[in-house]
């Protein structure tokens, strides 16, 4: 697999901007995990760090689930990895863990996003509530935050990367 990136183009209207920018970024995550074997997908980065680029991406699943189906439209689907006992499940991998398991739960996540969001206005207000408050966002917001999300987080998994590999890159 051959993940092909483009950046939007220059003079995009704002909604093609901002959709543009987010599959950007989903685009680079899944190119700095392209190649790798599930052993290497599963090292951590530095002790005592457990952070990943399979945990990267199982993190990104459930954000996409979170923003995109329990904020935007108020489903609540319940976690994938996460529990009560392990708020932080996806980050914690065995040796059963897969790739194959981890790329299909976030695509899947990402399809459902794309599905919820693609009726929708930018000022169009979420139904559902976050962990952090329970002001109602606007799609445009939850589209700048999910752009900056990813923009952090591929910049752990370039480090990660370049520290399993050496690969490096933008």
């Known amino acids: 697999m051959t993940t092909e990136r483009r950046e939007p183009a220059q003079t ?11 599959d950007y970024h989903r685009r680079t995550l899944a190119w700095k995990c392209e190649g790798l074997t599930d052993e290497q997908l599963r090292t951590a980065s530095v002790p ?19 923003w995109f189906r329990k904020v ?11 529990t009560d006992e392990d708020p ?36 169009d207000m979420s139904r559902g509530k976050s962990r952090f408050t329970s002001t ?11 752009i900056e999300e990813y923009a952090r987080h591929n910049g752990h998994a370039d480090l990660i990367r370049e520290r399993i590999d050496g690969s490096a890159g933008d």
């Open 72 to 82: 935007l439209v108020g489903e609540d689907p319940g976690p994938i990895y996460c």
């Open 88 to 123: 932080d499940g996806e980050f914690h991998l065995t040796e059963a863990d897969t790739w194959d398991e981890a790329y299909a739960a976030w695509q899947a996540e990402i399809g459902i996003a794309r599905q919820n969001a693609a009726g929708l206005g930018l000022d």
């Open 12 to 22: 995009a209207g704002e909604r093609a901007m901002l959709e543009g920018w987010l």
């Open 136 to 146: 109602p966002f606007n799609l445009r917001w939850i589209y700048t935050h999910m």
């Open 48 to 66: 005592p760090s457990e952070l990943s680029l399979m945990g990267l991406v199982r993190h990104m699943a459930e954000v996409e689930r979170s």
